[in-house]
């Protein structure tokens, strides 16, 4: 959103209003007071009742809360990334024996994945 060009005075630090003997310069001064208060006010509720800025500033808060999510997760997946490659490779960068057990069930279980596949639409057909 837009920020006014006068600084925001916080609730009451109006001055007092002149007094009955106040000469024509606090009296003009009081005025032009009133007419920058008047004007923040207008500005604020106008502010408030612009719709459709409101919903672009939601949709740019959630984008760039999107984006820092985006970011954190993938940084969270280089990290685990970097996990498992150390945990299933050897100091000579072969895999260990766990995990090259865990990768022939793998292409195993695809294997029978994709030969099931084909079986059953051949079946189907």
Known sequence: MSTPDRPERPTGARPA????????EE????IEATRAELGDTVDALTQKLDV???ARDSVEDARQRAAAQA????????????????A???DH?????QARAIA???AGGFVA?????????????
């Open 27 to 30: 009296l003009v001064a009081d």
């Open 52 to 54: 459709k800025a409101q």
């Open 113 to 125: 994945l994709v030969v099931t596949r084909a079986i059953w639409r051949k079946v189907r057909r």
């Open 17 to 24: 209003p002149p007094g009955p003997d106040a000469g024509a």
């Open 71 to 86: 970011r954190l997760a993938q940084a969270r997946g280089i990290e685990v990334y970097a996990q498992v490659k150390d």
């Open 88 to 90: 299933a490779l050897d």
């Open 104 to 106: 022939i069930k793998v």
């Open 93 to 97: 960068g072969n895999l260990t024996p």
